[in-house]
């Protein structure tokens, strides 16, 4: 059977109350539509299409590495206009196109796998997928006559009878190609004015197809996000079903109710998660790491042993094994960090490398630097990367001393073994094994303080005899 599939993820979504699309609000860091993209992606199908408003650029964008074809709703009237305007897009395909809202982002491949076999086996011309749900919701209602599917009345214009049903419709459908002309048969005749693709059931029904409903999923796999509730709630639920996962791979979490780990990102075992950690996009974490809490890693590489002290934030940057990060430190894009590398207090550090077992402890920016290895970089050091034009590099080799509050004014080079004393301002290269020194020589005057002291007084004296 060839499948075709089909996200809906167009229209206004006025419940979020707010100006970004629906499906690019985001559940653990990722947006809704990826999710279901990826979900789809894994039927390996034919065809992959995702309907969206015409200026959804940003839709586009957040697809962009997505092998999808995008086919435009010109304007939001309802999820059977949205459907119609894919099929445009699947002229002469013979299958069955399987239809997705794009706002129900926890679908698994499993279960969609599990539709499509039902939906062949029992030789249905259309399926969809039902769940049981209770209280006030507004799902669809599924109305059956005899057991058999005959129709979907929507929340706002069921009636009271109709409301007690606990089956309803998950937005999930199969239909044969050859059932999409009764698109055109679809009318506007309910409250919200909009052209139903629910009603494609009682339409297929009445003319003899045979259509079947079928209880998969449950309530939270098929939860379709409306609302700014439903998406946190979602998020909850993902964020718990990933840290499952991670406690199964041998993770450990102090409070895995403050954490948010991306559901791309992989983390090692015997790692150790405190409260407050933001672990988003592909982020691989290695074995036995320690993450401190307030700690947010994006899309980075974290070897193994590596400690990450509070409040840090690594952002697309390489960590390597045994390294300890923090408290307080910014590792920004582009660095790497290699192996037993010590990057302490209030340290930034932007596009650098950073050589194995050297240390910057304290209060240091180090910008488009190569440093090598076994390096001291002093408290205060600052690599002048940015001459109010362009950025410069500093190269320090193996085994440099810096001494604090040195400023290196890039582009320079400092050899291999050589020191640089305290407070100096590097202007220009440094030979291997040689000090550099730019401060002022420094001058101790005897008894100094003594002498000021005594013209003190004597002035003390006078004044208090002018008062008199
Ligand atoms: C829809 C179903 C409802 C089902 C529920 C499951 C209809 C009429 N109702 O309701 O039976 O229980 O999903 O979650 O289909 N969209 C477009 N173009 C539009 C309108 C919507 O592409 O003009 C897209 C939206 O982006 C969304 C999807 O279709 O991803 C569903 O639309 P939504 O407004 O969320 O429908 P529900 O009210 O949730
Ligand atoms: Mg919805």
Same mark, same amino acid.
Not at 43 to 46: G, P
Not at 381 to 389: A, K, L, M, V, W
């Given at each position: 059977m060839k499948v075709a599939t089909v996200i809906l993820?167009?229209?206004?979504?006025?419940?979020?109350?707010?100006?970004?699309?629906?499906?690019l609000h985001k559940i653990c860091g990722k947006p809704v539509i990826q999710y279901v993209a990826d979900a789809v992606l894994k039927?390996?199908?034919?065809h992959n299409i995702i309907v969206i408003s015409p200026n959804a650029e940003d839709i586009e964008d957040a697809l962009k590495k997505y092998n999808v074809t995008f086919s435009r709703? /010109?304007?939001? %009237? $309802?999820t059977g206009d949205a459907l119609k305007s894919a099929v445009r897009k699947l002229k002469g395909f013979d299958g069955t196109l399987l239809v997705l809202n794009?706002?129900?982002?926890?679908?698994s491949p499993a279960t969609l796998q599990n539709f499509l076999k039902l939906h062949r086996q029992n030789k249905n011309d259309l399926s969809l997928i039902s769940f049981a749900m209770e209280g006030s919701h507004s799902y669809g209602r599924i109305i059956r006559e005899g057991g058999r599917l005959k129709a979907i009345v929507e929340d706002k214009d069921a009636d009271e009878e109709q409301k007690k049903i606990r089956e309803v419709n998950s937005g999930i459908y199969a239909i044969n190609?050859?059932?999409?002309?009764?698109?055109?048969?679809?009318?506007? /005749?309910?409250? %919200? $004015?909009e052209y139903y693709l629910t009603d494609i059931i009682s339409i297929a029904s009445k003319r003899g197809h045979k259509v079947g409903a079928y209880m998969l999923g449950n309530e939270t796999e098929l939860a379709g996000i409306n609302s700014r509730e439903e998406l946190h709630k979602a998020g909850i639920y993902m964020r718990d079903r990933i840290v499952s996962k991670c406690m199964d791979n041998g993770v450990s979490f102090i409070?895995?109710?403050s954490v948010f780990i991306s559901p791309d990102a992989k983390i090692g075992s015997d790692t150790i998660i405190y409260p407050n950690v933001h672990i988003e996009g592909r982020t691989v974490i290695g074995k036995n790491c320690i993450v401190y809490p307030n700690t947010r890693i994006i899309s980075s590489k974290i070897g193994n042993n590596v400690v990450i002290k509070d409040s840090t934030v690594i952002e697309d940057s390489s960590v390597k094994d045994s390294a300890v990060i923090g408290p307080f430190a910014h590792i920004r894009p582009g660095s790497l960090i290699k192996a037993s590398a010590k990057i302490g207090n209030f340290v930034e550090i932007k596009r650098s490398v950073i050589g194995e077992c050297?240390?910057?402890?304290?209060l240091t920016y180090i910008g488009d630097a190569e440093i090598g290895s076994n390096v001291n970089i002093g408290a205060g050091?600052?690599?002048?990367?940015?001459?109010?034009?362009k950025k410069n590099k500093t190269t320090i080799e193996n085994d440099v001393f810096i001494g604090s509050d040195s400023q290196i004014i890039a582009p320079v080079k400092i050899g291999r073994g050589a020191y640089i004393g305290a407070g100096s301002t590097i202007t220009r290269d440094v030979p291997s094994m040689s000090l550099a020194v730019s401060r002022t020589e420094q001058k101790n005057i005897d008894s100094w303080a003594i002498k000021r002291q005594k013209s003190k007084v004597r002035r003390q004296k006078t004044d208090n005899k002018e008062d008199r």
């Open positions: 993820a167009a229209g206004l979504g006025t419940r979020m109350k707010s100006s970004t699309p629906k499906v039927l390996k199908s034919a709703q /010109n304007e939001p %009237k $309802g794009g706002d129900t982002p926890l679908i190609s050859d059932l999409t002309g009764l698109l055109k048969e679809i009318i506007i /005749n309910n409250k %919200k $004015g409070d895995s109710s050297t240390k910057a402890s304290h050091t600052i690599t002048c990367n940015y001459d109010g034009n």
